[in-house]
């Protein structure tokens, strides 16, 4: 039996395509995927403070999140590894708000898992501590493989915590350091293969 750490945003749930459409109906901004090369959506989509953080709240939105399709593949993927004893800890940084919602996806899209954790993986304010753990409280925890979008937190997985990690390719984490436990893959079918 394996543990494995599995993100939401991007790597289990279509999030980037949601901000995209919310950015062009709200803004008239509408940013191809290719375009999105850095993490920090308020750059990606050339947005002052006020309208990046109107378009976070709309994307966290219980509506929004339950709007958000799976990415191909993931819950199969997932599915064959509860199947074959493993143990799935889904891991997310979004806002604590979003806890039931988030908790309401994953059961309406049949998202299998053992534990869910919310991490203060970027500091946000606002975040009830007594929801979510710290990033040095994650490193305490063991972890066999995790599977990431974010840079920052595939290289801190790979890195602070030596874990094996799958940085799922995305346009905004093309330009990460090679780390010798770090390996990118763009397709489900690809990453199931590395538990």
Known sequence: MKKIYVDVDDVLSQTIEMYI???DAQFGQRVPLERIRTFDLKTSFDLTEAQFLYLFDLAHRPDCIMAYAPV????AALNAWKTAGHHIDIVTGRPTSTRESTLAWLRKTGVP???FTMVDKYNRPGN???LSVTKAELAARPFDLAVEDSVDMALYLAGQMGVKTVLVDRPWNRACPDHGNLVRQERWDDIFAMA
């Open 128 to 130: 009830d501590q007594t």
């Open 21 to 23: 459409d919310i950015a």
């Open 113 to 115: 898992f053992d534990s």
């Open 72 to 75: 191909q593949g993931a819950v």
